[in-house]
């Protein structure tokens, strides 16, 4: 069984359905395999739990909206 797993910021219902869906749609179009053979895991990091180049991903997002 393929398995695709993503790490990623938090986000909401609505886009978790949607990745899931294209993500499975994509793999399975370029694979040929099934798409029910598919399992997707996304796991959530809050913006404080990781940076570059020092920084917070949440301390540069506050930098950029100003």
């Known amino acids: 069984?393929?398995?695709?797993?993503?790490?990623?910021?938090?986000?909401?219902s609505e886009q978790k359905k949607?990745?899931?869906?294209?993500?499975t749609a994509t793999a399975s179009e370029i694979t040929?395999?099934?798409?029910?053979f598919f399992t997707i895991t996304i796991k959530e990091l809050p913006d404080e739990n990781f940076g570059i180049g020092g920084k917070s991903i949440g301390e540069i997002k506050r930098c950029y909206k100003g």
């Open 18 to 23: 949607e990745l899931i869906g294209r993500l």
């Open 1 to 12: 069984m393929p398995y695709i797993s993503i790490e990623i910021g938090v986000l909401t």
């Open 32 to 36: 040929h395999i099934p798409a029910q």
